[in-house]
Every structure is written in structure tokens, then in C-alpha cells.
């Protein structure tokens, strides 16, 4: 028994490496079974062509008697037979190959092996709010983690929900939904199979065919050329008849058919552009077709699963059937480009008929597509956030609240980007209003990874994803971030002036939030370097006042000790930082950092020991 991709099913049991070592070896032995009937049916194919090739040469040497021809039918269908037969193990060994990449792949994921793992290609506007911050969008991002989205719809799903905060309710349906598919882990490693199959990592394909359907009817100002091919059809074939039948010369058969050819040359070149930007849309609807079709067979219990099925079934009808129609139109018009083509074409006027077979399909189906889309890309994103789920089973699912003091709460928090055998997690307090995390620390303690794996879960939090964290609530809140700042030597623009630039933003952000809007969750590291300390401690303090008085939440890192001094800014800071460790190894010396968060402010620094250590200055005890 297979399945609706053609991969046989498996028990699921295990933890998730086990899974995917279980099935990645399964469905390699299935590809190399595939590769030996492939191989064997080969040599048949080549034998029965020699066997027809061979009673045809003995026939025409004498060697066989008249009659004995016709034994020259049973190699000569045996050959189409075995090219039939051939295609589908082809297409099977395909789909065990392409669902053992799937598994290598997600083994590979779980391990941050980011050099192995494909990187779908995702952009982010250069002006994001944290995209770029918090690594989002490139290599060993966010959408690299979640690269089992293949989908055009389903890319630009998942990059909107990693941009964009959804709304409390919306973020509870989806966590709803993930909890579910978890369970569902074939159905998961099929609907990516399905993808991948299908789909090649751009969104052109997929736009043309979407131009198409909101396009208007090609064929309707043009009802004369509908009813030409309708009289011209009926003509040749009455005139063919007509002249197998003696009636009439073969010249005469052959008028219409020589008129058709003259018509279509007028109006081909429009009509084979429409069918090139349909087919060229195809390969990715068929995809949605396997997607779909695998989605509204499933049995779920989650609502916002449950209504989405809805979405692709009637009461006679069903997605998937109504792409099948659609594929099968589609494959119609490229006959176009076999020999059969130009004949079909000066009989019958092929092309204009495929054209208006597509159109009817459109007319009907149009305002159904773009939502089936909708349904296909959104079940292939949840579906990679319960893959997510079920590979790191030590994340959770965060606890969304509606909390108006606006306090984020994380227990053993981590960074999703960063292998487990190598992650440190830490308990971190985000607010409530009317505070702020002050992180201090030596460099290269880990203090700009704190804010970013804060960064990252939020991230996850606000599309409805789990997060890398033992327990994690907070409530709904805009992001915004302000680390990897540079300068310009395009525009002339001074490192300090792009920081301005950008903290701007983030208080803007805070003044414009309502109070029936997700409040501002600032994280800002060393921000406004690139001037003198003095000026810079003062412009610091004024933005963290500014930021308070907003009642925006937040955490801030620097060096500089001294930035709570006043009075009013350290009665509300909550202090953490990070330390190092400092040793002899092999007589030299050597730093150690166990990047555990601390209560308190830093009670060491390391810059100068770091220059000691790289060769830069003697050693000195003013440190």
C-alpha cells in the first residue's frame, strides 16, 4: 500500500532523529529497488526493440514467412508497454529519493549543519524593524531553519507571519493547529515531498499563472475566431470524409487545412504566450494539487484546520479534482510541441480549442484559485512549524497572554539558531512597564546573543511557532531592534548618524503604538557608538528615559557601567551580565566564558586582557 505521494507508509513511533534515520534508510533501500527494475527494464526495452527490428530484417531477407510478420506486433507493443512501465518506477524511484532527502535534510537541521542544509532564498526590506537584527531571512537564519516551506504561496506565507506580529487570537488557532499536525508526521513528510517534487524555489512561475487568472477572457472580443475553428473543424472532417470516400480530390481536402495554417499564424503568437505563462505555472499548481488533496483527506481536530478544509471542499466538488481538470487542460496544450501539433492544428484549429477549454475552466474557478493558494500555502507553514515542534521536543508552545503590565517571562531560553549541544539557556524577565533589562559584560560574553535569542523567539512567538524555550509567556508586542548598525560610504553617512537614524524608528514605534495595539519590545546592543563617551552617555540615557516613559519594554547591553548612575534609571533597571573565566593553559593564558546570565552588573572586563592575550600590549596588572 502507498500512499498519496507514492511513499509507502511506516509507523511513526520514536523520537524525531529516530524517525527520520528510520525512514531515511527505508526509503533509500525503496530508491535502489527502483534503480535495479529500472536497470533490468532497460535491457527489455532494448531487446524488444532488436526482437521487432529483427523479424522485420529476417522478413525482408525471405527468412520468414509472410504471416510471420505479424509476430513483429508482440516486440513492437511490449516496447510501449515496457516504456509505461518504465516511467512509473522512474517516478517512483524519484519520490523515494526526493522523501530520503527530506529526512537527511531534517537530520542535518536538528543538527544547525547549516553548509548542508538547502537555503531557500528569502528577502527582507533593508529597513525592517528586526529582520536583518535577528537574522530572519540568509544563511543559518530563521527561514533556513524552516526550509521545508517549497511552495511559492507557502514562502511568502511564512516570510509574512516572520515579519509581520499576528494578533493574540490568530497566534492561539495557529499554536492550536501545530500542536495537532505534530501528531500527523507522515502527512507532514508527505506534503513537503509533494512540494519539492513539483516546485522549483521561485515565485515567477506561480505569479504568471496568477497575472492569468485576473486577466480577462483572450477569447471573448474574438467570437469570430470560436466559430472559424467550430465551421472549420466541421468542414475538414466532411471533406476528408468526403475524399476517403472518392468523392472529391485530395486537393480540394486539403483547402481548409491550408486556410487553418494562415489563420493560425495571425493569432498563434498570442495564444502559445498564454499557454507559455500557464504551463510555466503548472509544475506549481500540481504541487498545491498534492498538497491539498493530502490536507482535505487528513482528519483533524484543531478549528482552524478543520476550517480550512472547508475552504477546498463543496458540495460536488473538491480542489484537488478541479486542479486535476486544470492539469489536464494544460498538458493539452503542450502537444503543441510534438509532431501531432502542427496536424491537429490545420484539421481542427487544436489551439484555439485548448485556449477555450482553459477559459471556462478560469471563468468558473478564478475567485476559488487564489484562496485554494491561500489554504495550500498555510497548511504547508503549519505543517513546518509542527515538523519544528516534533524535532526539538524540548521547545514549547508559547503561553500568550493578556498581560497589561507587559512582561515577557522565558524559562531555560535559548537560541533557536544554535545546535543543542552547544545552546546555554537562561531564565529571562522582560519588563513589566516602566522597566528595563540592563545587560553587562566582557566581550565575546554572549551578551549580543541574549538579545537575539530573545529576538528570535519572539519572532517565532508572534507567527505562532514554538520557541526554543522550556516555558515561555508574554503578551503580543512589536519588535524592534536596533544591533548590526553601519555606516555608508554610499551616502556619506557616519556610523553615529545611522544609529540615530535607526533608534529613531524604535521610538517612533513606541509613540505611535495605541493602547489597543501589541506595545513596543525594544533590544538595542551598544547602541550609539562612534562619539565621545561623555556625549554618548547623555544621548543614551535620554533615549532609555524616552523608551521609559513610552512604556515600552525592553533590554539594553553596554560596556559602560556608569549608564545607570542616575538615580532614576537604576531604580528601575533590572541588571544582569555575563562573565569569564581566566586560567593558564600551556603557559599561556587562556579565556573561558559559560555564558550563564548573572544577576547584578559585571564585575570584570577583558578588553585589555584580550589585547595581552593576542599580542598586543605586556602584561600589566591595571586589570
Given amino acids: 500500500m502507498t500512499s498519496e505521494s ?31 527494475r529500472s536497470a533490468w527494464l532497460t535491457n527489455l526495452r532494448v531487446g524488444l526493440f532488436l526482437g ?90 530563521l527561514t533556513h531553519l524552516l526550509s521545508t516551506v517549497r511552495t511559492p504561496a507557502g514562502r511568502a506565507t511564512l516570510q509574512s507571519w516572520l515579519l509581520q506580529e499576528a494578533d493574540r487570537e490568530t497566534i492561539r488557532q495557529r499554536q492550536t493547529s501545530v500542536t495537532d499536525l505534530v501528531a500527523h508526521r507522515v502527512l507532514r513528510e508527505e506534503i513537503e515531498v509533494a512540494a519539492r517534487l513539483y516546485v522549483r524555489p521561485t515565485a515567477r512561475s506561480l505569479s504568471n499563472l496568477r497575472r492569468w487568472l485576473a486577466e480577462p477572457s483572450w477569447l471573448a472580443p474574438r467570437t469570430w475566431l470560436l466559430w472559424y475553428s467550430i465551421v472549420s473543424t466541421g468542414v475538414t472532417f466532411f471533406l476528408m470524409a468526403a475524399h476517403l470516400s ?85 498538458s493539452l496544450s503542450e502537444i503543441r510541441r510534438s509532431f501531432v501539433g502542427p496536424v491537429l492544428q490545420g484539421v481542427m484549429m487544436w489551439d484555439v480549442w485548448v485556449l477555450r477549454s482553459l477559459e471556462r475552466w478560469r471563468n468558473k474557478w478564478h475567485t476559488y484559485a487564489n484562496t485554494w493558494f491561500d489554504v495550500a500555502a498555510e497548511a504547508e507553514v503549519l505543517s513546518t512549524f509542527g515538523s519544528l515542534r516534533d524535532d526539538n521536543p524540548s521547545w514549547c508552545l508559547p503561553d500568550i497572554t493578556d498581560d497589561v503590565a507587559g512582561k515577557l517571562v522565558a524559562k531555560r531560553l535559548g537560541h533557536p539558531l544554535l545546535p543543542s549541544n552547544s545552546r546555554v539557556s537562561n531564565d529571562v524577565t522582560v519588563g513589566p512597564k516602566g522597566t528595563f533589562v540592563f545587560v553587562t559584560g566582557s566581550n565575546m560574553s554572549g551578551k549580543s546573543t541574549l538579545l537575539r535569542a530573545v529576538g528570535c523567539n519572539v519572532v517565532l512567538a508572534n507567527a505562532g511557532a514554538p520557541v526554543c524555550c522550556e516555558e515561555f509567556t508574554l503578551p503580543v508586542v512589536q519588535l524592534q531592534t536596533n544591533m548590526r548598525v553601519s555606516d555608508s560610504l554610499a551616502t556619506g553617512e557616519s556610523y553615529y548618524l ?7 524608528l524604535v521610538i517612533d514605534a513606541a509613540r505611535s503604538a495605541r493602547v489597543d495595539e501589541p506595545q513596543v519590545l525594544y533590544l538595542l546592543d551598544e547602541i550609539l557608538q562612534g562619539t565621545n563617551s561623555a556625549e554618548r552617555k547623555i544621548a543614551v540615557q535620554g533615549v532609555m528615559r524616552e523608551l521609559l516613559r513610552l512604556h515600552a519594554i525592553g533590554a539594553i547591553t553596554s560596556h559602560d557601567l556608569s549608564l545607570i548612575d542616575e538615580s532614576d534609571l537604576e531604580s528601575v533597571a533590572h541588571s544582569v551580565h555575563f562573565t569569564e573565566t581566566v586560567g593558564q593553559q600551556g603557559g599561556e ?21 584580550l589585547m595581552e592575550i593576542i599580542g598586543l600590549r605586556s602584561k600589566t596588572d591595571d586589570y
Fill in 52 to 141: 521487432f527490428v529483427g523479424i522485420l530484417a529476417l522478413a525482408e531477407a525471405g527468412s520468414v514467412p509472410p504471416r510471420g510478420v505479424w509476430f513483429a506486433a508482440f516486440p513492437f507493443f511490449g516496447f510501449f508497454v515496457a516504456i509505461v512501465v518504465h516511467q512509473r518506477i522512474r517516478d517512483r524511484r524519484i519520490r523515494f529519493e526526493t522523501g530520503r532527502t527530506t529526512h537527511r535534510e531534517a537530520l542535518r537541521r536538528i543538527e544547525r549543519d547549516w553548509d548542508n542544509v538547502e537555503l531557500i532564498p528569502y528577502t527582507a526590506p533593508d529597513d525592517h524593524a528586526y529582520a536583518h537584527d535577528l537574522d530572519v531571512v540568509g544563511p543559518a537564519s
Fill in 589 to 609: 593564558t587562556v579565556m573561558t566564558f559559560d555564558y550563564t546570565l548573572r544577576s547584578g552588573i559585571a564585575p570584570t572586563r577583558n578588553a585589555l586582557r
Fill in 6 to 36: 507514492g511513499i509507502p507508509p511506516q509507523s511513526s513511533a520514536g523520537n524525531a532523529q529516530e524517525w527520520h534515520a528510520r525512514r531515511s534508510n527505508s526509503l533509500d533501500a525503496s530508491a535502489k529497488r527502483e534503480m535495479t
Fill in 498 to 504: 545611522a544609529a540615530l537614524r535607526r533608534l529613531k
Fill in 246 to 330: 472518392g468523392m472529391i480530390p485530395y486537393a480540394l481536402w486539403l483547402a481548409p487545412v491550408i486556410l487553418n495554417f494562415i489563420v493560425s499564424r495571425s493569432i498563434m503568437t498570442e495564444v502559445h504566450s498564454i499557454f507559455e505563462r500557464v504551463s510555466s505555472g503548472e509544475g506549481s499548481f500540481v504541487a498545491y494539487e498534492s498538497i491539498l488533496r493530502l490536507f482535505s483527506d487528513a482528519r483533524f481536530t484543531a478549528p482552524r484546520l478543520i476550517e480550512l478544509q472547508s475552504q477546498v471542499r463543496g458540495e460536488n466538488w473538491s480542489a484537488p479534482d478541479v486542479i486535476a481538470q486544470f492539469r489536464r487542460s494544460t
